[in-house]
C-alpha cells in the first residue's frame, strides 16, 4: 500500500458580501500596505471598484497599491513586475482579484520578492520557501480555482511553455468567495470557466490515485455545477447560482489535488500555441476525451452520471458510461460550448506542435488510462 497526502486547509469566506469583511481579516493578518494584483480588463469593473471601495480611497496617506497588467495566459514578466511594485511601494502582502491569471501571478510575485531574480527553471531545486507575503485571493470567476492551489501556472520566458510552480508555502491565507464580484462576467465566459471546472471535478474524480476525500468534493462539485451553471449561464445575477458555481471551482481546484488527466493535457497547448482560452479549451475537447477513457475503462463514468442525476445505477458499464457521456455533451451544448477548435482559429498546420506539447504535459501521466502520441493525434483531429 502506498501513502497518501491529504490536505484542505484554506481559510475560505462565502457568501454575497462577504468582502465587507475583508479589512478585519486584513488586520489579523497584519496586512497594511497591500498590493492588488489584477489583469487590464478588471480594471474596470464594479469587482474592482468594490475592493477599493473597502479598501478606503486612494491618496490621503495611500496605503495600498494596484498592479494590473497580468497577461491573460500569466508571462514571466508579469510575475516580475508584480513583484517589483511590491518592492517598490514597500507592500507587506497581496491581494490578488480576477480570474485564475492574476491570481496565479500574484501568487508567484512573492517567491520574487523573497528571491529577487529567482531563476523559475530551477524552483524545484529551492528548498526553501518559507516566510512569503501573505496572500489573499478574490476570485471573480469561476473556473479554476487558483484561490484555493498550491500552484501557480506561468508561461516562463526559457521554455516559452507553461510551467507549473508547485508549493504548499504558495496557498492563500484567506480566500473570499463574493457571488455579488461575479455577477458581471459575460455568458460566454461564464460558460467557458463553469466548464473549467466541471473538467477539473471529472478528471480528478476518475484519476486513479487514492484519495476519497477528493473523490467526494469533486462529486459534489458535480452535482452544483449541473445544477448552478446554466443557471448562473442564462441570468448572470442570479446570486444562488453564482454562488454554487464559486464553491464548486473551488471545490474543483482542491479535488485536482489528486490530479487531472487527458483534457488538460490537450488544453494546456491550445493555449500556447493558439492563444486559446483554457476554461474553452478544456470543454471543446472533454466529451472526446471521456469517450476515449470510457472505451478503455468502461463504467469510469457511472458516479459522474449519478452525480449529474443520471439513473446509471442499474445499467452495464457501457450504457452508464454513453448515458453520462450524452448528458454531458448536451449539458455544454445548452451553455453554448459545442462549436470545434477550426471556429477558434485553430489550424491542421498546428498538430504537430499540439501534439509534440500534450505528450510533454504532465496531466495526462495521472489519466485513468494512459495515452500516447498517436491518441493525442486523433483526439485533436477528432475535435478540430
Ligand atoms: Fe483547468
Known amino acids: 500500500m502506498s501513502f497518501s497526502s491529504f490536505s484542505f486547509p484554506t481559510p475560505t469566506l462565502f457568501g454575497a458580501g462577504a468582502l465587507a469583511e475583508l479589512p ?18 478588471l480594471v474596470n469593473t464594479g469587482a474592482f471598484q468594490a475592493l477599493t471601495q473597502v479598501l478606503g480611497p ?37 491581494i490578488a482579484i480576477g480570474g485564475g491569471s492574476p491570481l496565479d501571478a500574484g501568487k508567484a510575485a512573492r517567491l520574487l520578492v523573497k528571491r529577487p531574480g529567482f531563476d523559475f527553471t530551477k524552483f524545484y531545486d529551492e528548498p526553501d520557501w518559507s516566510g512569503l507575503a501573505p496572500f489573499i485571493a478574490i476570485p471573480t470567476t469561476a473556473g479554476t480555482g487558483s484561490e484555493v492551489g498550491r500552484s501557480s501556472v506561468i508561461t516562463l520566458d526559457a521554455t516559452r511553455r507553461k510551467a507549473v510552480l508547485f508549493h504548499p508555502e504558495m496557498l492563500a491565507k484567506l480566500v473570499i468567495l463574493d457571488p455579488e464580484l461575479t455577477v458581471g462576467l459575460p455568458p460566454k465566459l461564464t460558460a467557458a470557466t463553469g466548464a473549467d471546472a466541471l473538467t477539473h471535478c471529472i478528471e480528478s474524480f476518475t484519476c486513479p490515485q487514492f484519495h476519497p476525500m477528493c473523490d467526494g468534493i469533486a462529486l459534489e462539485g458535480i452535482r452544483l455545477i449541473v445544477e448552478a451553471l446554466p443557471r448562473a449561464y442564462a441570468r448572470g445575477d442570479d446570486l444562488e447560482a453564482r454562488g454554487h458555481m464559486l464553491v464548486a471551482a473551488a471545490m474543483g481546484a482542491v479535488a485536482f489535488q489528486k490530479d487531472l488527466g487527458v483534457v488538460h493535457s490537450l488544453a494546456h497547448p491550445l493555449s500556447t500555441v493558439c492563444g486559446m482560452h483554457h476554461g474553452l479549451a478544456n470543454a471543446l475537447c472533454l466529451v472526446a476525451s ?10 469510469i463514468y457511472r458516479r459522474v452520471g449519478i452525480a449529474c442525476g443520471l439513473e446509471v445505477m442499474q445499467c452495464s458499464a457501457s450504457e452508464a458510461d454513453q448515458q453520462t457521456i450524452t448528458f454531458i455533451a448536451d449539458f455544454l451544448t445548452r451553455i453554448g460550448l459545442n462549436t470545434r477548435l477550426s471556429d477558434h482559429g485553430v489550424k491542421r498546420e498546428q498538430l504537430d506542435a499540439l501534439v509534440a506539447q500534450a505528450v510533454d504535459d504532465p496531466c495526462h501521466k495521472t489519466n485513468v488510462v494512459p495515452v500516447t502520441a498517436e491518441d493525442f493525434r486523433k483526439l485533436y483531429l477528432e475535435v478540430l
Open 24 to 41: 478585519q481579516r486584513m488586520k489579523r493578518l497584519g496586512l497594511n500596505r497591500p498590493l492588488i494584483v489584477t489583469d487590464p480588463g
Open 58 to 94: 486612494e491618496g490621503q496617506g495611500k496605503h495600498w497599491f494596484a498592479y494590473s497588467g497580468v497577461h491573460p495566459n500569466p508571462i514571466e514578466q508579469d510575475v516580475r513586475d508584480a513583484a517589483q511594485c511590491f518592492s517598490q511601494n514597500s507592500c507587506d502582502g497581496v
Open 290 to 299: 471521456m469517450k476515449f477513457c470510457a472505451q478503455r475503462k468502461p463504467g
